[in-house]
């Protein structure tokens, strides 16, 4: 039996800004909740949105973020947010955090560049 949720583990999806591409996934804009068009939402293959949440530490995840990315020719750029009340609104207890076309896919660890990468290319299989 899980309590409050607690004990489930499963991947979220949040409604935080992310980007608008209008099916352009090489433009990154950041929008309101209230404005956005889920464009990172069933884009098939594609991943259009990364994010690391945190600060500190979090910086590390951060760059092994951004090799992963450069490594795999992934055309988009990590954004890093460490503003607690943007953090917040992703509903992450634990930073660092990697957001991954708006959903969040990894907490409270610094992956290695080399994890990113898996971590990464798992997503454009599933797709």
């Known amino acids: 039996m899980t309590l409050f949720g607690f004990g489930k583990k499963k991947e979220k999806e949040i409604n935080a ?13 950041t929008v309101e909740p209230e404005n956005l068009n889920n ?11 990364i994010k690391v949440l945190g600060s500190g530490c979090c910086h590390a995840l951060y760059e092994n973020t951004q090799s992963a990315v450069k490594a795999m020719g992934i055309s988009v750029e990590v954004e890093y947010i460490t503003d607690l009340k943007k953090v ?5 207890m634990s930073v660092p955090a990697l957001v991954v076309n708006n959903k969040v ?16 290319q798992k997503i454009v299989s599933e797709k």
Do not use: A, F
């Not at 464009?39 to 949105?49: E, H």
């Not at 917040?88 to 992450?92: A, F, K």
């Not at 896919?105 to 990464?120: A, I, P, R």
């Open 17 to 29: 800004p992310v980007c608008t591409c209008n099916g352009n996934c090489s433009v990154s804009e």
């Open 39 to 49: 464009c990172c939402q069933d884009i098939q293959g594609r991943i259009c949105c």
């Open 88 to 92: 917040m609104e992703y509903g992450v």
């Open 105 to 120: 896919v990894s907490t409270g660890k610094v992956l290695k560049t080399e994890n990113v990468q898996k971590l990464l």
